[in-house]
């Protein structure tokens, strides 16, 4: 299976602090990596470093073979990366429509897309013309989620998709999620919540200090008690 | 989460109207207190047009504070540049001004403020470039930058027009007032209140049926997110920042005429009323920076008549009252 995302050797420097030091790892075309680990890991860091959020300050980033570390923001997102942040940042002052007609950049709302996203995301259609504000927690996150899918993306960055939100919300948005993976989605995703990132993932990697300390398959990880206790401080088991 | 069925129409938003009634409120409560109705429509008629001659100098500098996160203490320098520039083409044709015809005195006004809105574009293009673009995210310095730029160009004005005021009569055809029973309303508040009224509607579809408005609105909330979704919102700056300061000169035009005079300083006391406009208002929401014009314009006017000895401190009373109703202005802009 190809890698569609390649870090070699990426450091991230935040003002003084040196947060990512050195990271390598790649994400293969179609799968779902998950990448865990404790609160100041750095794993938004990452996902911001490769959106060009904040500039690496050495290492290589690669997207399908090109290289993106220098370049600027909306150049990376145009070369098919969509992102959902952990603040979600839907547009409050805007509708969902208009969050979305900003996120289609190249054209007109497609109706069979538009149709898919509402399937999975029916509060979206009940809530089309009324402001993103006026949106609950779980709702601003379908929006985020379904801005990042609005148009097909090569791969797409999201951060804590579950953070702060009831358990039925996040059995929803797993389905959802579940579903882009079928449609052959690639995608990176930062999860505190094992038991998401045992239902979504096919790959893994655990960062602690600005570093890769763990990387295999999911599926294997989620097997294994004491390894899940030693890299994460929890086992699923208890987690659940 | 309930579903809706396919066949149910989609909810309207819900509109906040409260700001939008203030003004009537206002308006209606002067007048049992001013008694006659026609010097109440009279003041009603002036608090319009001077409503809309601030408007459209803040209409600018509200964009800017809410997109680039931009405090530009110099914004009055585009007001200033503007009316100085429009008495370069208001001179030479001092005899077409006097002509009693509407269409050859417009025909000299409409050049004069598309000239002046050119450059103060123009200038606005130079001060992004060279005094806001370093200082960019770094609030001290870009007061100092723009205080430091404002105070350049009024000596600039001062050194190149001399330090005497100018003066900039109205065109014949634009004396006088119309006499409604016994209103009389002056015919270049009618004339500014339309000019006013155009600009803001054209802001409003601009903002509300483009996506060039569609990013400037998600851009004033968050920049780095327009960004992510593929969007250089830099040039988006720029291009706000140039439409703000032309229309700045035109607003200085406009004020000019209402004045009937040009000087360097002009815009010194008009800054600290545009502040209290985009405050009132929401920093960077155009729809409260015009209810916020009017009602200052009203306060400016009313009070003037009813409670002269209250005319210095109106507006900050005003922008109290406002702040402790809506801490964040009448149309608050999220996550600002």
Redesign the interface.
């Known amino acids: 299976m190809t890698d569609l995302l390649r870090l070699s050797g990426v450091h991230t420097h935040i003002g003084r602090y040196h947060i990512l030091q050195g990271i390598d790892f790649a994400v293969a075309q179609g799968q779902t990596t998950m990448l865990l680990g404790r609160n100041g890991a750095g794993k938004t860091t990452t996902l911001r470093t490769i959106?060009g959020?904040w500039q690496a300050s050495s290492g290589e980033i690669s997207l399908a073979g090109e290289r993106i570390e220098s370049r600027?923001?909306?150049d990376i997102?145009?070369l098919g990366v969509g992102?959902v942040?952990e603040s979600m940042?839907v547009?409050?002052?805007?509708?969902v429509k208009?969050n979305l007609?900003?996120?289609a950049?190249d054209g007109p709302l497609d109706d069979a897309q538009l149709d898919w996203i509402f399937g999975f995301f029916?509060?979206l259609?009940?809530?089309?013309?009324?402001?993103a504000?006026s949106l609950s927690g779980g709702?601003k996150q379908m929006l985020s989620i379904a801005?990042a899918i609005i148009e097909p993306r090569k791969l797409l960055l999201i951060d804590e998709p579950t953070k702060g939100l009831a358990p039925a919300i996040v059995m929803?948005l797993i389905e959802c999620l579940k579903e882009i993976k079928r449609k052959g989605a690639t995608i990176l995703m930062v999860e505190q919540n094992f038991f998401a990132a045992r239902e979504l993932g096919d790959n893994v990697l655990v960062m602690d200090n600005g570093t890769i300390v763990h990387r295999g398959e999911m599926a294997a990880l989620a097997s294994d008690v004491p390894l899940q206790e030693r890299l994460l401080g929890l086992s699923l088991e208890t987690h659940q | 989460m309930t579903e809706l069925a396919a066949t149910d129409p989609l909810p309207k938003p819900k509109r906040d109207i409260a700001p939008i009634l203030l003004p009537i409120a206002v308006a209606l409560v002067m007048i049992p207190l001013i008694g006659s109705p026609s010097t109440w429509l009279t003041l009603t008629a002036a608090s319009l047009a001077m409503g809309m001659m601030i408007f459209i100098m803040a209409s600018g500098l509200t964009l800017v504070f809410g997109l680039m996160d931009v405090l530009n203490f110099g914004h009055g320098a585009f007001i200033a540049v503007g009316a100085y520039v429009a008495t370069l083409v208001l001179a030479p044709f001092a005899a077409s001004l006097q002509a009693d015809s509407l269409w050859i005195n417009l025909a000299v006004l409409a050049p004069a403020a598309l000239l002046s809105m050119a450059v103060s574009g123009a200038l606005g293009l130079i001060v992004e470039r060279v005094l806001i673009l370093p200082v960019y995210g770094q609030h001290l310095k870009q007061i100092l930058m723009t205080t430091g730029g404002l105070i350049v160009a009024e000596q600039t004005l001062y050194a190149v027009w001399g330090p005497q005021i100018i003066p900039m009569p109205l065109p014949t055809s634009l004396r006088g007032s119309f006499i409604l029973g016994d209103v009389a309303i002056a015919k270049y508040r009618g004339l500014a209140t339309l000019i006013g009224l155009a600009v803001f509607i054209a802001i409003q579809l601009v903002l509300n049926r483009t996506k060039l408005g569609l990013l400037i609105r998600a851009g004033v909330e968050n920049r780095e997110m327009v960004e992510a979704l593929g969007y250089r919102i830099r040039r988006l700056f720029l291009g706000v920042f140039m439409t703000g300061s032309a229309l700045a000169g035109l607003g200085g035009v406009m004020w000019a005429l209402y004045r009937e005079q040009v000087h360097a300083s002009m815009s010194d006391d008009l800054t600290v009323l545009i502040f209290i406009v985009v405050i009132i208002g929401g920093l960077g929401s155009i729809g409260g920076c015009f209810i916020g014009a009017i009602l200052v314009a009203m306060i400016a006017n009313y009070g003037g008549f009813l409670v002269p000895k209250l005319a210095l401190v109106s507006n900050i009373l005003l922008m109290v009252a406002i702040l402790m109703w809506r801490p964040r202005g009448l149309y608050a802009v999220t996550s600002r």
Do not use: H, I, N
Request: proline share 9%; no cysteine; glycine share 4%.
């Open positions: 959106m959020l600027a923001t909306p997102a145009r992102y942040p940042a547009f409050s002052d805007l509708t208009e007609v900003l996120a950049r029916p509060a259609r009940r809530f089309w013309l009324s402001r504000g709702q801005r929803a």
